[in-house]
């Protein structure tokens, strides 16, 4: 599974901002597809995920200005980020959990490069 990140770019507070997620492979085994950000000097958060069946969860943090979607037949994922903050200026990389059955079953994770969104006051 191959994941590609793009949409980020810079955008002053209160602004809009979408992110997408193109997956790419075996993508009838992913599972959960995430979206992660990571701010200067911190650590990796997860920010908002949604499974197969678009089950979604987010972080407190970002409750009521993001929605995450998911369109299955295209293997896209969506993060819509609206009223954007400074503190949310970080890389954010999209992830997926996925699970290839066959002659063995393989349980992995996948990581797309970063999208650099940075929240101007």
């Known amino acids: 599974v191959q994941l590609q990140a793009s949409g980020g770019g810079l955008v002053q507070a209160g602004g809009s901002l979408r992110l997408s997620c193109a997956a790419s492979?075996?993508?009838?085994?992913?599972?959960?597809i995430n979206w992660h950000r990571q701010a200067p000097g911190s650590e990796r958060k997860l920010v908002a995920g949604?499974?197969?069946?678009?089950?979604?969860n987010y972080a407190d943090s970002v409750k009521g200005r993001f929605t995450i979607s998911r369109d299955n037949a295209k293997n896209m994922v969506y993060l819509q980020m609206n009223s954007l903050k400074p503190e949310d200026t970080a890389v954010y990389y999209c992830?997926?959990?996925?699970?290839?059955?066959?002659?063995?079953?393989?349980?992995?994770?996948?990581w797309g490069q970063g999208t650099l969104v940075t929240v101007s006051s």
């Open positions: 992830e997926a959990d996925y699970t290839i059955v066959g002659d063995t079953t393989v349980v992995g994770r996948s």
């Open positions: 949604i499974s197969r069946g678009g089950m979604k």
């Open positions: 492979g075996s993508t009838s085994s992913i599972n959960t």
